[in-house]
């Protein structure tokens, strides 16, 4: 399984992104999938994800709401919108995919696929 993420780049605070994740395996939507980030010395952290059925969604504290996952199951993507950027929202954010199906919790197995991930870079 590829996981492609894209959309990163530089922005101003209070800005906005969107991210972007397609995978390349056709069995997409009976995975969980969701979104980590690694800001410089320190450890990767899970920002939020979605179930496979997409009813339920999980956001860290320091991003619920102004972060938004949504997924395509047709489009085998995941997506993630950040809005009103904050500079220590500066980070490389990876996609992953949930390592069993359907499953009901966040990564309870661990991920299963990393992407490659995207660079989001917040200045003040």
């Known amino acids: 399984v590829q996981l492609q993420a894209s959309g990163g780049g530089l922005v101003q605070a209070g800005g906005s992104l969107r991210l972007s994740c397609a995978a390349s395996?056709?069995?997409?939507?009976?995975?969980?999938m969701g979104w980590f980030r690694q800001a410089p010395g320190k450890e990767r952290e899970f920002v939020s994800g979605?179930?496979?059925?997409?009813?339920?969604?999980y956001y860290d504290d320091s991003v619920k709401g102004r972060f938004t996952i949504s997924r395509d199951n047709a489009k085998n993507t995941v997506y993630l919108q950040m809005n009103s950027l904050k500079p220590e929202d500066t980070a490389v954010y990876y996609c992953?995919?949930?390592?069993?199906?359907?499953?009901?919790?966040?990564?309870?197995?661990?991920?299963?696929?990393w992407g490659k991930g995207t660079q989001v870079t917040v200045s003040s």
């Open positions: 395996d056709l069995t997409f939507s009976r995975y969980t």
């Open positions: 979605i179930w496979w059925d997409a009813d339920t969604t």
């Open positions: 992953a995919m949930d390592r069993t199906t359907y499953g009901r919790g966040w990564f309870p197995g661990g991920v299963g696929y």
